[in-house]
Antibody, heavy 126, light 111 residues
């Protein structure tokens, strides 16, 4: 059974860096059929996909936000992924989720985002 | 980016009755492999979203067969054949054809 356990601070000061970690159990962060997505949810913007990382002979990343503000790191020794969002403003206040996306080994075919973390509520405020 | 639009945004339902949610995309979600890359998720109160349907019409593991997805191209529908009290929540469609993934606004289903 795959589980995603999130951790991170509940409060971040404006202009600082928001970091949330997603610890993976029951799957491997470098699985050839899984991708690790970050999504956030706020009343003003609803569900917003932020980006993903996945391993297919090398690490690949896709981002929705400006690359200069966002990064996703993978740690194979700890089997976890981390989201880092720099220069945060109150508009980055949201619940942050990690979620596994599953594809066929070929990279095509899609099985949905079938496992989600419990969510991390982050408030950006001084 | 692909824009996803759902209707209605609020859906009062009666247990035992059917319910239907529409999702439209700003461009076709039909992949060259002929599948439609459209998911449905439900977020129950206080919980994380959970997968209901992928590729437009395939139920995820453990999803009751009263849920069905249909449609192709830009128009999709989620149907609940007979609503149960536990189906209360917010239903989202999401396109998985390209990045960035994008979600509909959500449809709040309440009894």
């Amino acid at each position: 059974q795959v589980q995603l356990e999130q951790s991170g601070p509940a409060l971040v000061n404006p202009s600082q860096t928001l970091s949330v970690t997603c610890a993976i159990s029951g799957d491997s962060v470098s699985s050839l059929t899984s991708g690790w997505n970050w999504i956030r949810q706020s009343p003003s913007r609803g569900l917003e996909w932020l980006g993903r990382t996945y391993y297919r002979s090398k690490w690949n990343n896709d981002f929705a936000l400006s690359k200069s503000r966002m990064s996703i790191n993978s740690d194979t020794s700890k089997n976890q992924v981390s989201l880092h969002l720099t220069s945060v403003t109150p508009e980055d206040t949201a619940v942050y989720y990690c979620a596994r996306g599953v594809t066929a080994p070929s990279g095509t075919y899609w099985y949905g985002m079938d496992v989600w973390g419990q969510g991390t509520t982050v408030t950006v405020s001084s | 980016d692909i824009v996803m639009s759902q209707s209605p945004l609020s859906l009062p339902v009666t247990p035992g009755e059917p319910a239907s949610i529409s999702c439209k995309s700003s461009q076709s979600l039909r992949h060259r492999d002929a599948y439609n890359y459209l998911d449905w998720y439900v977020q129950k109160p206080g919980k994380s979203p959970q997968l209901l349907i992928y590729l437009g019409s395939t139920r995820a593991s453990g999803v009751p067969d009263r849920f069905s997805g249909s449609g192709s191209g830009t128009d999709f529908t989620l149907k609940i054949s007979r609503v149960e009290a536990e189906d209360v929540g917010i239903y989202f469609c999401m396109q998985a054809l390209q990045t960035p993934r994008t979600f509909g606004q959500g449809t709040k289903v309440e009894i």
